[in-house]
């Protein structure tokens, strides 16, 4: 066999991607992510399915600042305001730096706006730091609080709540120069009065949830992403989806035509609501 044909070969087997089992807790709950111990992920080629995701024309900008609005008050966040054609894409964890790296091309290229929940025990966070700070900077992305670790925060103490938020906290502050609050999202999507209670004297008052996901959580097909892009990549909607798993990577072209069909306009959280007082 040729160099030419092994060539081929190794870049077809590459693009296979084993399929998951799901249940319906996938989507209702992000499951928990553990880091890849002992292996250093290697840096991310250029991928023909993202280049191809450049949008001609491009998509729609979010609306003017003008139009941003009061937080509601109390209880959660998991929908946008009911106006508008805004739809918010909020990716959390960052178990794998190249998924970070991949979503971080993939918002310059197309010009997607993201919120990234993040959680700072990841070395992708870190690894991916000069290449996120830019659009941090300009606002394209935004950061928000996931917690340090991970944990259920509903089945630990009241000084690990703290220490999960806090320690989180300083770690963007530190890496990238942005204060995340006042939106955290609890791991799960658990929490309860005493949650709240602790995030709020923290200054995060604005528990972040969720009304419709990619449930890729888990390792599942690209043609599953794309059916659930299908059906919650509408209006007024905060759609989850996670930085852990390559599937995703591999169907930006896809996920961006639908924004562009729908005419949908790609918001951070702090495009949509006016600073918390």
């Known amino acids: 066999m040729g160099d030419v044909s092994r060539r081929r070969l190794l870049l077809l087997a590459a693009t296979v991607v084993a399929g998951g089992t799901l249940t319906a807790a996938d989507w209702i709950y992000d499951r928990p992510v553990r880091p890849f111990a002992g292996i250093s992920p290697a840096p991310p080629s ?24 009061r937080l509601p008050g109390g209880g959660v966040l998991s929908q946008l305001p009911a106006h508008g054609n805004t739809m918010a894409l909020t990716v959390d964890d960052g178990v794998s730096s190249e998924v970070v790296a991949l979503y971080i091309r993939f918002s310059r290229d197309t010009g997607v706006r993201l919120t990234f929940f993040l959680n700072g025990v990841y070395r992708s966070w870190t690894d991916n730091r000069d290449q996120l700070r830019p659009l941090v900077d300009s606002g394209q992305i935004q950061l928000g609080n996931h917690t340090w670790s991970h944990p259920d925060l509903t089945k630990v103490s009241t000084s690990t ?21 006042p939106y955290f999202r609890p791991p799960y ?20 949830l969720w009304s419709g996901s990619l449930a890729d959580s888990t390792v599942i097909t690209e043609d599953y992403i794309v059916k659930m892009a299908d059906q919650y990549f509408t209006p007024q909607m905060i759609v989850l989806g996670h930085l852990n798993h390559l599937p995703v990577t591999h169907v930006y072209g896809q996920l961006v035509d639908i924004i562009r069909a729908r005419s949908l306009r790609t918001v951070t959280l702090n495009d949509v609501f006016l600073p918390a007082r």
């Open 46 to 69: 250029p991928s023909p399915v993202l280049a191809a995701a450049t949008p001609t024309p491009a998509l729609l900008p979010p609306p003017d600042r003008s139009q941003r609005v």
């Open 161 to 181: 709540i703290r220490d999960e938020l806090a320690r989180n906290d300083h770690f963007v502050k530190n890496t990238y120069g942005v204060d995340a609050a």
């Open 189 to 208: 999507g658990r929490h309860n009065s005493t949650v709240a209670a602790v995030a709020a004297d923290l200054g995060y008052t604005v528990p972040t």
